[in-house]
């Protein structure tokens, strides 16, 4: 295709590992996504498949952990369920300042694992998660060690997650 942007050179085709911050989430890699690129003017056309999957994709892996939540992680699930700030709150029984608190990355204050639960029990009712329940005792039962990544693949028409989420 010639590129959008300059309408002049033929954009150049590749598959590569992307970052995907625009998710919210800054430890999210997507594997061999296509992308093209004009080697005139530098314009870059990153094509993501099937964008809702992804999305499920890491509500899932997000729900599923054993460590505790970071603020980011908790924004991601709550645009999820599509509240707003005011709705955690209403539905929460907390006031609007603390859901600023949990969603901070200053970490002011972190939810009780109650509450944590809770959330992700949502979550997994929303997304009919199978067999959630089942491990509740695992869930959110570690403090997070910072250094979890999720590595995306995109294979057979769905996205998986392509490695495990805490190295430690
Ligand atoms: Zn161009």
Redesign the pocket.
């Known amino acids: 295709m010639i590129?959008p942007?300059?309408?002049?050179?033929q954009?150049q085709e590749s598959r590569e590992t992307v970052r995907y911050d625009e998710c919210g989430l800054s430890n999210v890699a997507l594997q061999g996504v296509r992308v093209r690129k004009?080697p005139?003017?530098?314009?870059q056309l990153i094509s993501i498949p099937s964008l809702d999957g992804l999305h499920r994709c890491l509500a899932v892996a997000l729900v599923n952990k054993a460590e505790r939540l970071n603020a980011a992680e908790i924004i991601f699930l709550r645009k999820s369920l599509g509240w707003s700030k005011a709705d955690f709150a209403s539905k929460f029984h907390v006031r609007k300042e603390q859901v600023s608190r949990w969603e901070s990355e200053q970490k002011a204050i972190q939810m009780t694992v109650q509450n944590e639960l809770l959330l992700r029990t949502l979550v997994a009712k929303g997304q009919k998660i199978e067999h959630y329940e089942d491990h509740l005792e695992e869930f959110a039962s570690k403090e997070s060690c910072g250094q979890s990544f999720l590595s995306m693949l995109f294979d057979h028409k769905q996205w998986s997650v392509n490695n495990p989420l805490c190295p430690c």
């Open positions: 590129c942007d300059c309408r002049t050179h954009m004009c005139g003017c530098g314009n």
